[in-house]
């Protein structure tokens, strides 16, 4: 028999009140079962967007979703011996046990010289977004032009330096001067703080005068109505957040022009990254852990030390505050 207590953090009601004051540190006792299972122990955890919207479905007490790099520290799965390193969606939780069907290895061709929080980030769940935004909904061409909004962030800056290796003109908007000049700094064509311009659509028209093939869309609202205008005819435009609205607790702003959409003739798309899985999955992340290893994709990784602070490092996130991809250090 084997006993642990583990930290983990629940939360009330994620609509009404604010996540930090709903944090709670439970006991919990893990045993072990005659089951084929693993003992984990958290090193990385994960906040991203989507949380916000999926945490309308918990009640209070309930553990946040998400996923983390864990270690295995104890085994009895031959497939996970001790010391394997795995991405798992295990939530919120400092400790847990796995029969091991939902955890995912990390890439055995893994330099010790990147950072294994990468696989939540560059090369993890943001990176296959952005890559499969990008290429299997956008289909990017080279030669096109490409915007991206919350371009500094986990997905964004990625998609933004594919774009480019992909020989394609990019613009991004991001909401600080500091992430404009991380975007300039690494590749992006033109960048701009969305928040300080005059006029949204006169930035968009300077910064592409000839129009939009394609928009990786991370914010939606207010904003994307105004891109939807300068899109070219048969423009794509990849859905895959919205940001601007998850905090919102009036009615939704109006939808884009559908006399737009129709004449200019483009194609809009909702996408969930977990519905590629397989090689094809396996085959992105090892293209992004090569651009990266190459220096062909750089990243930045907004670290905040201790479990303890998931609730803020969460709300900052929804605020802006991160410039790349928010991890919290176990």
Not at 189 to 197: G, R
């Amino acid at each position: 028999m084997w006993e642990t207590r583990v930290r983990s953090l629940g939360w009330e009601d994620p609509l009404e009140k604010e996540m930090a004051t709903h944090s709670s540190t439970l006991a919990w006792r893990i045993q072990w079962r005659e089951e084929p299972e693993v003992l984990l122990e958290a090193l990385y955890f994960t906040v991203d967007p989507y949380m916000r919207i999926m945490a309308k479905s918990l009640k209070e007490g309930d553990m946040m979703m998400g996923e983390q790099v864990a270690r295995v520290v104890e085994s009895k799965n031959a497939a996970f011996p001790p010391g394997t390193i795995v991405v798992a969606p295990s939530g919120w939780t400092t400790h847990s046990i796995s029969n091991g069907e939902k955890l995912e290895k990390v890439l055995a061709e893994w330099p010790d010289t990147l950072p294994l929080s990468l696989a939540l980030g560059t090369v993890g769940m943001p990176g296959l977004t952005a890559y499969f935004g990008l290429f299997d909904i956008c289909g990017v061409k080279g030669g096109e032009t490409v915007l991206v909004s919350a371009a500094a962030g986990a997905v964004g800056s990625v998609v933004g330096q594919i774009a480019k290796l992909k020989g394609c003109k990019v613009v991004g908007t991001a909401g600080s001067d500091e992430k404009v000049a991380w975007l300039k700094k690494h590749g992006f064509d033109v960048a701009f703080n969305y928040k300080t311009v005059k006029s949204l659509e006169e930035a968009l028209k300077v910064a592409a005068p000839e129009g939009y093939d394609c928009y990786f869309d991370n914010v939606g609202g207010e904003f994307s109505n105004a891109v939807i205008t300068q899109m070219k005819k048969f423009g794509r435009i990849a859905i895959c957040g919205a940001i601007s609205v998850y905090n919102r607790t009036g009615p939704l702003p109006p939808g884009p022009s559908p006399e737009i959409i129709i004449f200019k003739e483009l194609h809009l798309q909702g996408f969930v990254v977990y519905r590629w899985q397989g090689e094809v999955r396996q085959k992105a992340l090892r293209d992004l852990l090569k651009w990266v290893s190459e220096g062909k994709i750089q990243y930045h990784e907004h670290i905040t030390e201790g479990f303890e602070n998931m609730p803020a490092a969460f709300m900052g996130l929804l605020k802006g505050e991160n410039l790349g991809k928010a991890i919290v250090k176990a």
